[in-house]
């Protein structure tokens, strides 16, 4: 039988605010533990919790981003279930009446573009986390995460492949990095992801029984959990079994997932309003002033680059997709505008360099205005295109201009035709074999020529000079 997968995703967002959701401690990653907490994010006795106002405000602007529709009241809930993890017993989240729900991002997968829904947006608590020591049969609790703002987002069951569910994570971490709401960090879990899937036989419409994969840490991991998980699904059914709803973890060492608890429904957390939080009033002027507030969002980014510099598609997208990047290359642009030209090297020599140091484009040893300075150098004839890789690479390792070291190591190129046609005369008549083959038709060996006289120039001929005399010399 020929089976179709359904994935959602529910995706945590730790919001970028200095203080934890209800009380006034530090979200700063790294403390010592147990060093940021209080009585309120511990749940002492007789503690009233208070809301941070910039967490609402982070979460409309992450609303309004993928165009949820916004909820006048909205109110907070208690989770009960209990983790040592948990230190009031329940997590403050928002259940029957969450602030924003409805909403949509637009995704592309191998030139298809695709409308993945969001079911709603809501705040919530973080839990602590549970350091399990090797070796010892003890674990040790720290509670600095407890009440760590997060922003909930959880997709509707639109996405049919894993590829699809890349697409649909990366657009979405690219969204929140723009608005500037959460830093995206997967590696120290500020952004995480919950998978759920299932199959059905390919045409029909109800939903199969879905499994939850937890413990995914990267865009990889959860391509290759879903992999995994719908290639373990199919050979159940295709056997005649029953999938089992659960809770599965991925084990990226071994490439496969394993059953870690059955899957719990809403009911089993007894979810009830939180009698010590007032619901939640948002106002159209509120949320005038949060839609005013944001930026341009990647899509329309990229669409402008498109239509305002004349770039690819694919250009455009490589660009936009961290707003780092785009504001790096316009800021390029604002000192040597020629779009693809700048679009390249960022892409190419920059990207490369940056990836080798694992750097982002903030901690550039190179400013824009620096690879500007390199690019008019090269559009001007100061340097060939050659030297100006090594300029770059010099650039890179020492945060000098182009122009001061270009001005150290003597390479400005070449341009006396007077002097280059004398270097092509001497290398004709050291190989004269070469220039007879090239006159019997051997076209291709005008690149030996051309690297010949290079050699002697170390790179600083005019390439254009250098192959304009070549041609008209080598002709018989």
């Known amino acids: 039988?020929?089976?179709?997968?359904?994935?959602?995703?529910?995706?945590?967002?730790?919001?970028?605010?200095?203080?934890?959701?209800?009380?006034?401690?530090?979200?700063?990653?790294?403390?010592?533990?147990?060093?940021?907490?209080?009585?309120?994010?511990?749940?002492?006795?007789?503690?009233?919790?208070?809301?941070?106002?910039?967490?609402?405000?982070?979460t409309l602007m992450m609303a309004l981003a993928v165009d949820c529709r916004i909820a006048r009241q909205s109110r907070f809930a208690r989770k009960n279930y209990?983790?040592?993890?948990?230190?009031?017993?329940?997590?403050?989240?928002?259940?029957?009446?969450?602030?924003?729900?409805?909403?949509?991002?637009?995704?592309?997968?191998?030139?298809?573009?695709?409308?993945?829904?969001?079911?709603?947006?809501?705040?919530?608590?973080?839990?602590?986390?549970?350091?399990?020591?090797?070796?010892?049969?003890?674990?040790?609790?720290?509670?600095?995460?407890?009440?760590?703002?997060?922003?909930?987002?959880?997709?509707?069951?639109?996405?049919?492949?894993?590829?699809?569910?890349?697409?649909?994570?990366?657009?979405?971490?690219?969204?929140?990095?723009?608005?500037?709401?959460?830093?995206?960090?997967?590696?120290?879990?500020?952004?995480?992801?919950?998978?759920?899937?299932?199959?059905?036989?390919?045409?029909?419409?109800?939903?199969?029984?879905?499994?939850?994969?937890?413990?995914?840490?990267?865009?990889?991991?959860?391509?290759?959990?879903?992999?995994?998980?719908i290639r373990r699904q199919q050979a159940i059914l295709e056997e005649g079994g029953e999938v089992v709803q659960e809770t599965r973890l991925w084990n990226p060492d071994k490439n496969q997932t394993f059953s870690m608890r059955g899957k719990e429904d809403a009911h089993d957390y007894r979810y009830f309003p939180d009698p010590d939080l007032l619901p939640l009033v948002i106002d159209d002027e509120w949320i005038a002033r949060v839609r005013n507030s944001l930026p341009e969002l990647p899509d329309a980014k990229k669409a402008r680059f498109e239509r305002e510099y004349g770039l690819s598609a694919y250009d455009a997208d490589v660009l936009t997709a961290a707003r780092e990047v785009a504001d790096y290359f316009e800021a390029c642009l604002g000192e040597f505008n020629k779009p693809k030209v700048v679009a390249n090297w960022i892409m190419g020599e920059l990207t490369a360099h940056l990836n080798t140091e694992n750097k982002s484009i903030t901690a550039s040893p190179i400013t824009s205005a620096s690879l500007a300075g390199l690019l008019k150098l090269m559009d001007t004839g100061v340097i060939s295109g050659k030297i100006a890789k090594t300029v770059f690479e010099e650039m890179a390792a020492t945060g000098k201009t182009a122009a001061a070291i270009v001005e150290e190591k003597g390479l400005v190129q070449v341009t006396d035709t007077t002097a280059i046609e004398n270097l092509v005369d001497a290398v004709m008549a050291a190989a004269p074999a070469e220039v007879a083959a090239y006159r019997a038709g051997k076209k291709k060996l005008l690149g030996f020529f051309v690297g010949q006289v290079m050699k002697e120039t170390r790179g600083k001929a005019s390439p254009d000079i250098v192959n304009q005399l070549l041609k008209k010399k080598l002709e018989p």
């Open 1 to 58: 039988m020929d089976f179709e997968a359904v994935i959602g995703l529910e995706v945590h967002a730790q919001l970028k605010t200095n203080t934890k959701i209800f009380c006034g401690c530090a979200t700063a990653f790294g403390g010592a533990p147990n060093t940021h907490v209080c009585p309120v994010c511990l749940g002492m006795p007789g503690v009233l919790p208070v809301l941070n106002k910039q967490v609402v405000e982070f």
């Open 82 to 229: 209990f983790y040592p993890d948990l230190p009031k017993g329940y997590q403050i989240s928002q259940y029957e009446l969450p602030i924003a729900e409805r909403g949509r991002i637009e995704i592309e997968v191998n030139g298809t573009a695709k409308t993945v829904g969001i079911t709603r947006i809501h705040m919530e608590e973080d839990a602590g986390k549970l350091n399990h020591e090797p070796g010892r049969p003890v674990s040790l609790v720290d509670f600095n995460r407890t009440g760590v703002p997060l922003m909930e987002i959880v997709s509707e069951p639109d996405m049919r492949s894993p590829e699809e569910a890349g697409a649909y994570l990366r657009k979405l971490r690219s969204i929140l990095r723009y608005i500037g709401v959460c830093d995206g960090n997967m590696e120290e879990g500020s952004f995480r992801c919950d998978a759920n899937v299932s199959l059905r036989p390919r045409g029909t419409t109800p939903f199969g029984t879905r499994t939850e994969l937890k413990n995914l840490n990267s865009f990889k991991h959860v391509e290759k959990a879903l992999h995994y998980e």
